[in-house]
Every structure is written in C-alpha cells, then in structure tokens.
C-alpha cells in the first residue's frame, strides 16, 4: 500500500523501489500474498479505511465485522450511487470483501469483481457465493468486457497500482453505458514527480471521456481509521510466518507504515473522484 520510494532506509529503498515501479514485481507481489492468505478467513479487505464518528452502522456478515472500517471506505464510495438493479463492475477488488458486501446489501443486477491476481480471484470464488456477484481475473487496462456494458464503476486503492492511468480513464469510459459513473477512491502524490502523483492523475482526468462530478479529500478520514484499525492490523500479522512480519507492518497500513507518515504530514492525499460517462 506504499510508496516504495519513500521507505527511510536508503539501501533497502532503492531495491524495493526499482522493483515496485515494475508492473510484473507489483503483479507477483499481489499473487504471492494471494496464495499467503488463500485460505484465510481475515483481511478480505486491504486498504486505509474510512473512519468518521457518528457514520451510520450498516450490516455486516458477522466474519466481516473485526473489517468494518475497511468495508466503509466502500460503503462511503457509493454512498450517492443507486446500485440496485444495475450492472457494476469493479478493477482491482482484492480479497473480494468490499464486492460481497456491496452485491449483498444493494442487489445490483451484476456485480463483477475482477483483480490481476488469480489466487485472490480463485479465493473469492470459494468464499463469496452470490448469485448476483462474479469474480474474473484480469488486468484493471485493457478491461476484457464489450462496450457500454456497466452502470457503474468501482474502484477502491487500486488506482495507484496501474502504469497507464490515463488508459484506465478510457478503458473506463468505453465499458460504461452513458451516465454510467466511475466511482474511486485512492491515494496519491502531492509530489508531483511520482508516477502515482495527484496533479498528473488529475490532468489525465480533465483528457479524458469522463466529466468530473464531485472531488472530496478524505485524508483525515483515512489516518483515522489507520489509527483506530492498527492494533486489529498488527495482531493479524502477528500470525503471518515470521519473516513477513516486518515488511506486512510497513505495507499493511498501520500506523508505522510509510503511507500514514505520508497522509498525516501532507505528502500524499486520500481523495474521491465521481466520474460521469455524459
Ligand atoms: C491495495 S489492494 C486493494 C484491494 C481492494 N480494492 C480492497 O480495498 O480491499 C490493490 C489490488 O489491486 C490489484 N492490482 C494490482 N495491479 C493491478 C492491475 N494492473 N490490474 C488489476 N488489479 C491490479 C492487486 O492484485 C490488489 O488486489
């Protein structure tokens, strides 16, 4: 979940950091963690979290409720969306907890989860059982679905992964009908030499198919549900084997992860963007 070329220790950093900018390191890395926790029941979500006093509680699978922060991050995206009925697609799903979540609380007609990683799609599949929900293993661009076939687009800390961003806005706005809405939320960059900077993605935004509706930053609402989700974070990885423990501390958005440094002093930003295909 972090910008690898900002880890402190500078030996350590430039390897991980030449690595991580390689598309097929950042696809491995992902397909090895899915075979890590293939049969694990926990973290069936991986990202920041959305944490805001007084949010409205909505109903959990009790398995998933120890991921409640997790799972508002999504429950916030499509807090102005109307999913029932419609056909949505999601990029970059993950362990598929945010898909199980969403087709089962707003029915949608269709809930496609897809992610680059075949263990995670492979695990979803065993454990998400929805007659309305999917899960297909693919690369979030090019997308392998036919023209104007989703209502919606969804998107959570999946983003920041792909090379081509501007390539996703376009692959986004073919395979949504018009007035489909790409719904995303992720962090950037304020830096804006990062590949992962705000100002290039929102410049590849203003290029695109795709009008912008709404901005919203909700960085504080992310390094507070870091800071409240990191002991629950830091006892799940304590059961990883132990040479994994020190790196997952630093990835798995804790409070002594690189990203929450980052989000609290102002060198990355946790936005929404609310995208329409006019
Ligand atoms: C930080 S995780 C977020 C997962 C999920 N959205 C969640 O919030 O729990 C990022 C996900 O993006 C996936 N990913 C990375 N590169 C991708 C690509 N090029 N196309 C599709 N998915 C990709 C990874 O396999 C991983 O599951």
Known sequence: MN?????????????????WRRPWFKRLFYEGLGLLLLLR?????????????GYPAFPLPLDYEPERL?????????????????DVLETGCGRGGGARVLAELYRPASYTATDASRMFMWACRWRNRLPNLRFIATVACPLPFPDTSFDYLLTVEAVNLLPDKAGYLAE?????????RLLLTD???????????VGKFRAAIAASGLRLVAEENWTARAVAAL?????????????????????????AGTTASP??????????VHLHFDLVKA
């Open 187 to 197: 962090y950037f960059y304020t830096r804006e030499t990062s590949g992962n900077a």
């Open 259 to 268: 990203l929450y440094q980052q989000l609290c002093d102002g060198r990355a």
């Open 70 to 86: 997790g799972l508002q991050l999504y429950h916030k995206l499509v807090a102005g969306a109307d999913l029932t009925g419609r």
């Open 3 to 19: 910008d690898a070329a900002s880890l402190s220790r500078p030996r350590r950093a430039s390897l991980w950091a030449r690595l």
């Open 41 to 53: 029941r926990g973290m069936q979500v991986l990202n920041c979290g959305f944490h805001e006093s």
């Open 227 to 251: 800071e409240s989700d990191s002991p629950r974070r830091r006892a799940e990885i304590a059961r990883l084997p132990g040479f994994l423990r020190g790196p997952a501390i630093s990835f």
């Open 172 to 180: 986004a706005a073919r395979v949504l009908r018009p007035g489909g």
